[in-house]
């Protein structure tokens, strides 16, 4: 069983900057991928970014690119998502979650969110213009 659990969220005004975290425990040897998604009130959980598991290969969706960081201790237990120059759009709870999908697939398919099994219970952040 795998255990995920999100801190580092809070209220910020445009511009600002928060760093969340992501710390991994439990049966993790068959999952490859660790994924951060979001979910603004009334809209549908939305892919973020995502990093391959003992590697340091990354994926961001367009609207994140050069704004965002993903990022894993080397122990693979923690996963950070470093968000700089936030929008209010930013705005949604973060949910970390991890997923067995080989790496290739995920440029192919995006984010899905079907396609990660374990999820965290999410951190809120909320960016004031």
């Known amino acids: 069983q795998v255990q995920l659990v999100e801190s580092g969220g809070g209220s910020v005004q445009a511009g600002g900057s928060l760093r969340l975290s992501c710390q991994a425990s439990g049966y993790m040897y068959s999952h490859n991928i660790i994924g951060w998604f979001r979910q603004a009130p009334g809209k549908e959980r939305e892919g973020v970014a995502a990093i391959s598991r003992g590697d340091p290969r990354t994926y961001y969706v367009d609207s994140v690119k050069g704004r965002f960081t993903i990022s894993q201790d080397v122990g693979q237990t923690t996963v950070w998502l470093q968000m700089n120059d936030l929008k209010p759009e930013d705005t949604a709870t973060y949910y970390c979650?991890?997923?067995?999908?080989?790496?290739?697939?995920?440029?192919?398919?995006?984010?899905?969110?079907?396609?990660?099994?374990?999820w965290g219970q999410g951190t809120q952040v909320a960016v004031s213009s």
């Open positions: 979650a991890a997923s067995k999908l080989l790496w290739w697939q995920l440029p192919l398919r995006g984010m899905v969110a079907t396609d990660f099994a374990d």
